[in-house]
């Protein structure tokens, strides 16, 4: 009996396409099958779904912890391979030599699984053995020499540690920090100052984790990681998730902040995502954060190739792409975004509270208002800046400011991204900002030295809620202002004509009430756009000091007209069945002359000048209706997602009226008038 099929098993090591369906397969086996389930997940494990070792220990915890040190062992000794081969050329001997050891462990499993538990050191004989067999060829280069040694040195070692363990000395877990040295070809020093500046940008100072932290509740999920070749060989990591019976045809890649997917930093909201975004989700591990990689990234733009790399992987598997990059995260994906344009890649793009440029982190009036926000406020009190606690530490940090610039300089980090933002199509784009309603607070200040008993008080208009590491003029979302404007413009002036065409229909009742609706459409797009403010489900007017939300997960957010955040991205990205573009452009001259003959009709005197009034506002606004379809249909699909407004169905009440006979029961006024 085996696992599967032992040349699926051996294409799979090769192949990372058929390794990711492979792994999917076994990760979608059901733990009610028990063993069947047990002996599965750790062949899934074993190539390369370090995440199917959180859902052993869920699963089947008693079971897997007297040999989880041997299922790590495992890992690490096939992780160790497989880097090792990702420098190599893949027809060069050294690379098979290395393919084939780790084709014999993979296959002695696959076929004698049932006696893990039982004598799990006997697994890893074919390793040893395949290596003391098993030797490159003699023309091969001094480097592929070099790569299979130190492969061979790492796993014996591994395997000789694993030997001495006996009853009375466990089998303690393995590191990961063996596996993190520079493989391959010296680097400069230049280089490898650019990799520290790059990785302090992108990256953090978080150590790269084996395994996923936290136990989350995943049964619901079908979660696994795959691997996916980079455009230069090296190999990135993908964590996929998606609800275990739903299919989706939206796939969204998430990169937040600096932080590895396996981080306990994301796992309050890592697992719960996949329902947030209905749609199917996949954490980017970067080469900076895989621990597949041989290769530190020395630019942003080789993490953002990575990306590109996700993002062509996910429309060959037929679904659309949605990117979201929070904080740090959005770097890179605004890069990713500028490419994927350059190549006509169709996507759509989410930035979640990210600045016009990283130096804005590090601008004066930033760190002025983040001490104004962490000192200021304590005890109720308001200070002089200089008297803060933090201002010695502002010092420093705006004295450094130059310092960054340089640092940025060298390491080719992007200077600004406002101008990449203002690229991207507007219905393609959506911006987040951290920015609750405006309230009145009460705040006091210092005693006067003059002397009065109690500090005095005074009531400021302050937004509860903010973002202390984003000064707001140098929010991303401040640098579309102009477009947002623009378009803000367009549909309040569409909202105006509405009203305006609604009080000359005012003795005609249903095509009153049919401009009246077109202009609460309106007024429910501006309300879509300030929806991309986010803030908090429950507003605390009593607090002295707002509240910070730029670390906190989307998912316990709210925007700024309580739409349901989740139903609001949802609307952002999804296709509709029927467009509403189509709809709007179906508003043809046949159409605006018949609802014009009727008012025409319905007049008791024909005065010129009321005729010429109506005209003019009536053809304004189908006229820019129809110029601006494209817009306006993007936010009534939107909308109607959401559930606010739908377009569609007030055009159709137009059509229907302006079918009518002219001496209908609701046109009142048309009747009486008729000869």
Known sequence: ????????????????NVREKLVAELSLTSEDLGDACFYKWIMAFWLGSSVSRSLLLQAFRSEVLPVIPYLD???????????????????????????LVAARFLLYYNTHFSSLREAPKVFFYPLILAFDELSITSDSLPFEREM??????????????????????????????????????????????????????????????????????????????????????????????????????????????????EHLQLSRVRYGLPEFFKAEVVFINHRNFSLHSSKRAESLNDIALDIVTFAKHTLSRGKSVVLYGMCAGAAPMILAAERLMQQKIPFKLIVDRFADRYTSFFDYKTIKRHGHLMEGYTNGLIRPFYLHALFPLSVITFLAYWFVLLAFFIGRVPSRFDTIINQIPVTDLLIFQARGPKTHRLVCFDKPETGADTPKMLSVVTPNVVDALIYPEHDLRHSAKARREANKFLLKSLKRYALTLSAFFEPHQITHAVFQRFAIFFDACLQCISNE????????????????????????????????????????????????????????????????????????????????RFSAVFYVFFNTLENHADYIGNMADRLTFTGEQNIAVIIEELHAISQQPCHSEHNIACETHTP
């Open 533 to 612: 403010k986010l803030t908090t489900p429950v507003v605390d007017d009593c607090r002295m000091q707002p509240y910070d939300i730029h670390t906190v997960g989307l998912p316990l957010l709210a925007t700024r007209h309580n739409v349901p955040l989740s139903r609001f991205i949802h609307g952002f990205y999804s296709r509709p069945a029927h467009a509403s573009v189509q709809t709007i452009k179906g508003l043809d001259a046949a159409l605006q002359e018949r609802v014009k003959a009727a008012f025409l009709a319905s007049l008791p005197e024909k005065a010129p000048e009321v005729i010429h």
């Open 148 to 261: 299979y040694k130190s492969a061979k040195t790492h796993c014996l070692g591994f395997l000789a540690q694993m030997m001495r363990a006996t009853d009375r000395t466990e089998l303690l877990p393995l590191p990961p920090q063996p596996f993190f040295v520079n493989f391959g070809k010296p680097v400069s020093y230049w280089a490898r100052l650019r990799q520290q500046i790059v990785r302090a940008v992108a990256s953090g100072p978080l150590s790269t984790l084996p395994f996923s932290e936290g136990s989350e509740e995943m049964s619901s999920l079908l979660v696994y990681k795959f691997l996916l070749p980079a455009h230069d060989g090296v190999v990135l990591e993908g964590v996929h998730m998606r609800q275990r019976e739903t299919h989706r045809d939206v796939t969204v890649l998430v990169l937040i902040g600096k932080v590895q997917t």
């Open 1 to 16: 009996m085996q696992l599967t099929a032992n040349s699926l098993l051996l294409k799979a090591l090769t192949d990372f």
């Open 73 to 99: 062992l495992g890992y690490y000794c096939l992780l160790t391979i497989e880097r090792h081969r990702s420098l190599l050329d893949s027809k060069s001997s050294a690379s098979h030599v290395l393919y």
